[in-house]
């Protein structure tokens, strides 16, 4: 397995309050990818990093927001949580952005 | 607006035969292209690819063909085996330029009968 360390794996929280997911890799890879997976959606993407403090929006980036400090961290931050919200996350990492993203074992939260 | 389709949610093949998952795409700008499997409560894993210099690329089993003036590609698993049960997503991107976005469909469930 790529080194893809997501936390946590479960969460449960109110709606209303702030979130923060986070993404650790030990693969010193450039790119880094948040997603989320809903049915009928399939995999949609949040937020993406290209670098150190280089961050853009996906497709579905309203209500969550992103940083990147270091390498080898990359954090989502869903500042208000809505039952919207509720979905599996899921972290990615690229070398170049332009071959396979290797994924984490992915975030399941719950806004109640 | 869903650059990237799998118009087919699900699929079903007996063991041994062969299966077929579709994509289209809208952004001509994509060059490359990605088929990953998800296995429930995991990650999607990479499985294979294409460059749009390529019409076919093979890998075992699996063989990715591309129609670009279709903008169209498929995913061919020759035999399918009960363990190639899983979502399939096919992904798609850019090259060049400071910023790579991967775009994924919205998948197609593979049921592979014994």
């Known amino acids: 397995d790529a080194g893809i360390t997501q936390s946590p794996r479960h969460k449960v929280t109110e709606t209303g309050t702030p979130v923060t997911l986070r993404c650790h890799q030990t693969e010193n890879h450039r790119y880094m990818y948040w997603y989320r997976q809903d049915p009928g959606h399939g995999l949609r993407l949040i937020h993406y990093?290209?670098?150190?403090?280089?961050?853009d929006k996906g497709e579905v980036s309203d209500g969550y927001s992103v940083s990147r400090s270091k390498t080898e961290d990359f954090l989502l931050t869903l500042e208000s949580a809505t039952s919207s919200q509720t979905s599996v996350y899921f972290c990615?990492?690229?070398?170049?952005?332009?071959?396979?993203?290797?994924f984490g074992q992915g975030t399941r939260l719950t806004v109640v | 607006d869903q650059q990237v389709k799998q118009n087919s949610p699900s699929l079903s093949v007996q063991e041994g035969r062969i299966s077929i998952l579709n994509c289209d795409y809208t952004n001509s700008m994509f060059d490359y292209f990605l088929w990953y499997k998800k296995y429930p409560a995991e990650g999607p894993t990479f499985l294979i690819s294409i460059s749009s210099i390529k019409d076919k690329n093979e890998d075992g089993r699996f063989t990715v063909f591309l129609n670009k003036s279709a903008k169209h590609l498929s995913l061919h698993i020759v035999p399918s085996q009960p363990g190639d049960s899983a979502v399939y997503f096919c992904a798609a991107n850019s090259y060049g330029g400071a910023t790579n976005k991967l775009i994924f469909g919205t998948g197609t469930l593979l049921a592979v009968q014994p």
């Open positions: 990615a990492i690229s070398s170049t952005g332009n071959t396979e993203a290797f």
């Open positions: 990093s290209y670098g150190v403090k280089d961050t």
